[in-house]
């Protein structure tokens, strides 16, 4: 295992913890919380691998993740009382997860030939649908489309990485730098408020 | 044809039923009725022959499926007035299908050489989310996520097969006990109101 | 380039920026708007490649599709007080659209082998089904399995098509046919406000 595949259980406990706070917080019983927490963290990297057929898909190659998502689900039972305070902390791991996954899938994809365009997609699908899958279930308009600059921070990475790569770079320090300026962008975001720019509404209304 | 291919059009048939009373209750067109029916029916095991690259899939491979789901709604129609009040019945049809669909579903994945762990989550798809698009799609949070012992059900029948797998029964009757196994917790379940425990909600609005 | 081939371009165009005008009107942020464009204009395409196996799937094997939806977004934004009030107008694009998309699908399942009832379901898929996830990921109920004859004049294009195949006729003139006759049938039931049947609800009300 070199530092990446650390880096993926990490991003994969991380994300399965968020999704089972989610659902316990929308009274989801055991078995549903398992679910949610699933698919938010493995239901991203599930997409990406079907769309390129990357066959056997994630966590039918490594069955470790369904382990890894079931500890997360048992830690988040256990502590429940001392998780929920602490949800500032799983910001970093969320974050971490997302800039992650957005190397790990780009990767993926372009080891399957798709093309620089698709890679940089498919990374992004691989770091924010688990989430996408998640808000769908839970009966949300996905939170990626409306409130934060979260998925676009993952296609910056993509773009960087993709950038550095035709300029031939170390590609241990690709993606070391993919990773931090995906971090670096959503924190900053978070930090300082920051929005992607929306059309004012009254356009919409005056037609209606 | 054997006892399992009967036993899987019967499933067939009633999970269209069920999905044809749905849509047809949220008033749906004809042509709504058709599609909810469908996916109610067949979404489980198409979501399964894709994540396990099972090619034709399930209603591409045996067209049969198509007809038994037309036939489905055109009864629905047909006797619509008669077999509302007559829904507790169904709930014997619907039963047999979650435990037919999870046995084939896994013996289906099992072929596929995906492991004993991802190959009882693969009975646990083919059998329960056919109804997780239906809920997706008539805009509900997926019932199996929050009501019922179902999915669980599934799971719990899956598991029976394994390990009956493993100490080497005669498969002949180990597909039917699993098959026994999800009817006998399903139906418990509902006739004593069992329920998965639920995180306490204060914990939750406390924080909020 | 034949003739197909840019009715396609002018489909995905139109598709595009349909689901830009939704996204927009929904206050998705710039990022929203590129997402929901993108899967109303290839989502269907996308899920019919999945379903028949049929890789690489639309948008990596065709990246000028890519380029086509960030085009149909930068039109939006630029022209948007315009456009809004021209939405009359994409009515014919978009119908366009639903009945090339129809061809296209079922001649790709075609080349697959699938067999003429499923290649139908296909060409439906890929018309119609960009818009059924726009729905979900909006959350709303998919338009199509409510208000309007749109996914069946898509069927029975298809059923044109496979008839007249059977019967031999030139394929250029089928094609043309097809696309006619899912056009002619929408816009009839635009003009003439048809609905397919649904059952009243006085059956349903009556045993809640």
């Known amino acids: 295992?070199?530092?990446l595949d650390y880096l993926d259980y990490i991003g994969t406990f991380s994300f399965a913890l968020s999704g089972a706070l989610t659902a316990a917080s929308k009274r989801f019983d055991i078995f549903g919380v398992i679910i949610i927490a699933f698919v938010t963290a493995l239901g991203g990297g599930m997409i990406r691998d079907v769309l390129i057929s990357a066959y056997p898909i994630n966590w039918i190659a490594n069955q470790n993740y369904l382990w890894?998502?079931?500890t997360a689900v048992f830690v988040m039972y256990l502590f429940k009382s001392k998780?929920?305070?602490w949800s500032k902390t799983f910001f970093i791991f969320?974050?971490?997860g997302l800039g992650v996954f957005t190397v790990i899938g780009l990767e993926k994809a372009l080891q399957f030939d798709v093309g620089f365009q698709a890679a940089i997609i498919m990374g992004m699908i691989s770091a924010s649908f688990g989430g996408v899958i998640r808000d769908i279930l839970t009966n949300r308009v996905p939170l990626i489309l409306k409130?934060?600059?979260y998925a676009s921070a993952s296609l910056f990475g993509g773009l960087t990485y993709v950038l550095g790569s035709k300029l031939s770079w170390n590609e241990n320090l690709l993606t070391m730098l993919s990773i931090a300026s995906v971090i670096l962008i959503r924190s900053l975001a978070v930090k300082y408020h920051l929005h992607?720019?929306?059309?004012?509404?009254?356009?919409?209304?005056k037609n209606q």
């Not at 992607?196 to 209304?205: C, G, Q, S, V």
């Open 1 to 3: 295992m070199n530092i």
């Open 68 to 70: 890894l998502v079931l």
């Open 83 to 85: 998780i929920i305070p």
């Open 94 to 96: 969320d974050t971490v």
């Open 147 to 149: 409130r934060e600059i």
């Open 196 to 205: 992607l720019p929306r059309i004012k509404n009254d356009l919409f209304t």
